[in-house]
């Protein structure tokens, strides 16, 4: 995001997220350390009471989409935001994987924990799926789908797969430097993937909120 080094501001009404752009905040603990190498070491309550802060004491104001991005797993912070936000009625989990079974087996566990907690599952992705070659356009795999990859994995759950996006080395490059890759790389073939998985969560988003109005 490009936001290393910047504070956190107190307001009349709250934390005040960091801003990337006029209509994109962001709010990290990493805003929160002395240093950026800093570890942050703490127990359970102390990582409930910051998560239970950043979606209660920070003035967010109106938003068309709270994005939570979480570690890989199913611990605390997990059940902490789904219980927190409950009265919120959560879209859904967006879940990310690579084509290999060794991520494929962590990835079944969160379904699985969505699953046990109520948390409807938007759909999958599976991010580093192929390389593409910049100059003759071939793909290669560099992590073969040895069981199936993600495709497999979400018939035999019956999960959406939301996209497959491949290898591109301008990503950690933009990434790095702060920058948007969909800016920089408009016509790679992940950049075409991205826009494809926005596009699906935000109709299945539109559909939710369609069918909660006709539930009320």
């Not at 009404?13 to 994109?24: A, D, F, I, K």
């Given at each position: 995001?490009?936001l290393?080094?910047?504070?956190?501001?107190?307001?009349?009404?709250?934390?005040?997220?960091v801003?990337?752009?006029?209509?994109?905040?962001?709010?990290?603990?990493?805003?929160?350390?002395?240093?950026p190498?800093?570890?942050?070491?703490?127990r359970g309550?102390k990582?409930?009471?910051?998560?239970?802060?950043?979606?209660?004491?920070?003035?967010?104001?109106?938003?068309?989409?709270?994005?939570?991005?979480?570690p890989?797993?199913?611990?605390?912070?997990?059940?902490?935001?789904?219980q927190?936000?409950s009265?919120?009625?959560?879209?859904?989990?967006?879940?990310?994987t690579?084509?290999?079974?060794v991520?494929?087996?962590?990835?079944?566990k969160e379904?699985?924990?969505?699953?046990?907690?109520?948390?409807?599952i938007?759909g999958?992705?599976?991010?580093m799926?192929g390389?593409?070659?910049?100059?003759?356009?071939?793909?290669?795999?560099?992590?073969?789908?040895?069981?199936?990859?993600a495709?497999?994995?979400?018939?035999?759950l019956?999960?959406?797969?939301?996209?497959?996006?491949?290898?591109?080395?301008?990503?950690?490059?933009?990434?790095?430097r702060?920058?948007s890759?969909l800016?920089?790389a408009?016509?790679?073939?992940?950049?075409?993937?991205?826009?494809?998985?926005i596009q699906?969560?935000?109709?299945?988003?539109?559909h939710?909120?369609?069918?909660?109005?006709?539930?009320m």
């Amino acid at each position: 995001m490009g936001l290393e080094g910047e504070q956190v501001h107190q307001s009349g009404s709250g934390w005040s997220p960091v801003y990337v752009e006029e209509n994109l905040g962001v709010m990290s603990a990493g805003f929160l350390l002395s240093s950026p190498d800093d570890a942050v070491i703490w127990r359970g309550p102390k990582k409930n009471g910051l998560i239970k802060q950043f979606l209660r004491d920070v003035d967010w104001g109106e938003v068309d989409y709270l994005i939570v991005d979480t570690p890989p797993g199913t611990s605390d912070e997990h059940l902490s935001i789904v219980q927190y936000l409950s009265a919120a009625h959560i879209d859904g989990a967006v879940i990310i994987t690579t084509p290999q079974e060794v991520s494929l087996q962590d990835v079944r566990k969160e379904i699985n924990f969505c699953h046990k907690v109520k948390l409807p599952i938007i759909g999958v992705v599976e991010n580093m799926s192929g390389f593409v070659c910049p100059k003759c356009k071939n793909e290669s795999q560099i992590f073969p789908p040895t069981t199936g990859g993600a495709e497999k994995m979400c018939q035999n759950l019956s999960v959406s797969l939301l996209g497959k996006v491949p290898l591109d080395p301008q990503i950690g490059k933009s990434c790095d430097r702060g920058q948007s890759f969909l800016a920089e790389a408009p016509e790679s073939p992940a950049t075409l993937s991205y826009r494809n998985i926005i596009q699906r969560i935000q109709e299945y988003c539109e559909h939710h909120h369609l069918q909660e109005e006709k539930i009320m």
